[in-house]
Nanobody, 130 residues
Framework: EVQLQASGGGLVQAGGSLRLSCAASGMTFDKWNIGWFRQAPGKEREGISFLSVTTGGTYYSSSVNGRFTISTDNAKNTVYLQMNNLKPEDTAVYYC???????????????????????WGQGTLVTVSS
C-alpha cells in the first residue's frame, strides 16, 4: 500500500538550512496533494507547506512563508521541503502527508491545509539551536 518516508532532519544552528525529503512507495505523486506538517512537544500539529502536484499550486503558513519551499522530483517520486533561515521555534518533528485529487473539491491551493490527509510518513526530527 501507500507508504511515505520522511528523512533529512537533524541538528542545525539558527540561521542555517536543511532539506527534508519525503519518499513515496505504492503510488506516484502525480494526481496527489502533499502536505508538510510539524509538531513540537506539548504543541498542536501545524500544517506549514502544501503542494498540488497536478496544478503546481502551493501554500505556506505565515510562520514559514519566505523561508521554506516545497517541491517535487517526479523521477525520484520524492517531495522536498527546503528550509532556510531556521529559527529555534522551528524545532519540531516534521511529517509529510498525502491526499489524492479525488478527495479535493477545489483547485485553490489555499484550501489544502483544511483537508484531512489520508497517508502519513513517520516523521523526522529537526532541532534548531540558538
Amino acid at each position: 500500500e501507500v507508504q511515505l518516508q520522511a528523512s533529512g532532519g537533524g541538528l542545525v544552528q539558527a540561521g542555517g538550512s536543511l532539506r527534508l525529503s519525503c519518499a513515496a512507495s505504492g503510488m506516484t505523486f502525480d494526481k496527489w496533494n502533499i502536505g508538510w506538517f510539524r509538531q513540537a512537544p506539548g504543541k498542536e500539529r501545524e500544517g506549514i507547506s502544501f503542494l498540488s502536484v497536478t496544478t503546481g499550486g502551493t501554500y505556506y503558513s505565515s510562520s514559514v512563508n519566505g523561508r521554506f519551499t516545497i517541491s517535487t522530483d517526479n523521477a525520484k517520486n520524492t517531495v522536498y521541503l527546503q528550509m532556510n533561515n531556521l529559527k529555534p521555534e522551528d524545532t519540531a518533528v516534521y511529517y509529510c502527508a498525502a491526499l489524492h485529487d479525488h478527495a479535493i473539491s477545489s483547485s485553490d491551493p489555499d484550501l489544502l491545509p483544511f483537508y484531512h490527509y489520508d497517508f502519513w510518513g513517520q516523521g523526522t526530527l529537526v532541532t534548531v539551536s540558538s
